[in-house]
């Protein structure tokens, strides 16, 4: 499943190559929709491989009732806003949680969280 959350960041985040890492708390994780809980990190790279941190991503994937959630913010810019998707997108402002404008860049990452939550779904 990583390797797919990777290829679906490098189709939507073009330029950038992209790895992904599993940083949840429990290091043992489910992939059934039943006990989907993931916290990940995204790492960018160039195509040579030069790390580019200011591009790295948290993600988050978890069930919210009966639906997949996933929120999407940058791991070095804390105070940028986070994209939120269920059935549609939210930006919220990081600081406060009340919904904001997406910031410039953000229509591709709506793009990826949609591929995810397709993708996820689908498994």
Known sequence: MLMEIAQACDYCLK??????????CDSIYKTTPEAMDLTLRVESRSVEGQRYPEHDLEVEIFKSGNDLSITLSWAAFPDKP???HGKH???????????SHAPDGGSSLEALARRLRSSLLIE
């Open 82 to 84: 986070i994209l939120w």
């Open 89 to 99: 997108s939210i930006w919220m402002d990081s600081i406060s949680g009340m919904r």
């Open 15 to 24: 330029p950038w190559r992209h790895s992904v890492i599993d940083i949840s």
